[in-house]
């Protein structure tokens, strides 16, 4: 949202205003210093759960749909490739716990890089939560689907941003880096912008019925 990483408050109040029920975010959440303090008030604006327990924010968030349905939404980092404080594993089970006694509806944004990393929570979580939805790695996949356990899941949701460039950055630049080695300000790409995400449906339980993954291109 900031300028290719990261998120502002000012930023976090108009996507909210937009329409937006909750915000999840993920490895670029210290990108910008001045949300830390706007994370340790706000209620529909969560960060992962395992990050060091020392900063600011929470991974869980409990709000009303339009219809007055109850969700929670939980947010938490993949370990592989990441260097992340703590397991997801280690402090999944508490969340959902505590998800699940405050809401029916339960919804997942398991930020990470490693398809093996999502595939396994989702499983883990099949048949506990509504739906496991993957990001971090831009590219939606093609996996989005219903557990046997009523859990919905895709392994990433995709990216919503400019889709002609290397993951969101201006294609040169990020090849330059990749050429030379050498430091290179990434800057945001423009062309072929796509809103990428995953629709579930589910009954008034929380279990999962459906789930389909979404690319709507913006003219
Ligand atoms: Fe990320």
């Not at 949202?1 to 909210?16: E, F, N, S």
């Not at 290179?184 to 072929?192: I, K, L, Q, T």
């Given at each position: 949202?900031?300028?290719?990483?990261?998120?502002?408050?000012?930023?976090?109040?108009?996507?909210?205003a937009a329409g937006a029920d909750v915000i999840t975010l993920g490895n670029h959440v210290w990108r910008r210093r001045e949300i830390a303090p706007?994370?340790?008030?706000?209620?529909?604006?969560?960060?992962?759960?395992?990050?060091?327990?020392?900063?600011?924010?929470?991974g869980l968030a409990v709000v009303d749909a339009e219809d007055g349905t109850k969700v929670a939404v939980l947010n938490l980092q993949g370990q592989l490739f990441m260097g992340t404080h703590t397991s997801p594993f280690e402090v999944v089970d508490e969340l959902v716990e505590e998800a699940r006694s405050a809401a029916k509806?339960?919804?997942?944004?398991?930020?990470a890089e490693a398809t093996s990393e999502k595939i396994a929570l989702s499983r883990e979580?099949?048949?506990k939560v509504t739906a496991v939805?993957?990001?971090?790695?831009?590219?939606?996949?093609?996996?989005?689907?219903?557990?046997?356990?009523?859990?919905?899941?895709?392994?990433?949701?995709g990216m919503t941003g400019p889709h002609d460039s290397v993951i969101g950055v201006k294609a040169e630049l990020a090849i330059g880096r990749m050429r030379t080695g050498m430091?290179?300000?990434?800057?945001?790409?423009?062309?072929?912008v796509r809103?990428?995400?995953?629709?579930?449906?589910?009954?008034?339980?929380?279990r999962a019925l459906s789930c389909d993954a979404v690319r709507v291109p913006v003219p």
């Open positions: 949202m900031a300028d290719g990483a990261g998120i502002t408050p000012r930023l976090a109040d108009r996507l909210l706007y994370l340790e008030t706000a209620e529909r604006v969560v960060r992962p759960a395992n990050l060091a327990s020392s900063t600011p924010g929470r509806v339960v919804l997942v944004d398991f930020h979580l099949d048949g939805f993957g990001t971090h790695t831009h590219v939606q996949t093609s996996d989005a689907r219903v557990q046997p356990g009523g859990t919905a899941a895709i392994t990433d949701a430091g290179v300000r990434f800057e945001p790409a423009h062309g072929g809103i990428e995400g995953a629709l579930v449906e589910c009954d008034a339980d929380g």
